[in-house]
């Protein structure tokens, strides 16, 4: 007799590449850098306001702060852009191998099938 167990639609994963983890490593990172958070609607599954407020000093915050208020705006595009790369590279080591980023990985391997 053939049972039943509620298994019948069960799919095996599909495991994801390094390509699809390398992926989805560079679109959560954009994604957090271009809204604040992932995913960049509904709810959030990373904050980068909160990941900023736990992992960095305080005092970067008052320093861009700080040099908006300034008028050389070419001085404030750098610092910008030199901060926007560090917090990248903090990004890159914290979600490398996380749930979040194995998830989409995981999502993009799927839609390859």
């Given amino acids: ?9 069960w799919v095996d994963a ?7 983890l390398e992926l989805a490593l560079e679109d959560v990172v954009e994604c957090i850098m271009d809204h604040g958070g992932y995913p960049a609607q509904g709810r959030r599954q990373f904050d980068l306001y909160d990941f900023l407020f736990e992992n960095r000093d305080p005092s970067y915050a008052m320093e861009m702060y ?6 050389n705006t ?3 595009a750098t610092r910008i852009e030199r901060e926007r790369k560090l917090v990248e590279g903090v990004l890159i080591k914290h979600l490398t191998g996380s749930d979040l980023v194995k998830d989409l990985a995981a999502e993009y391997a799927a839609e390859d099938e």
């Fill in 1 to 9: 007799m053939n049972e039943a167990h509620g298994d019948e639609d």
């Fill in 14 to 20: 599909v495991e994801p590449t390094a390509r699809h």
């Fill in 74 to 76: 070419r001085a404030s």
């Fill in 66 to 71: 700080v040099a908006s208020m300034s008028s």
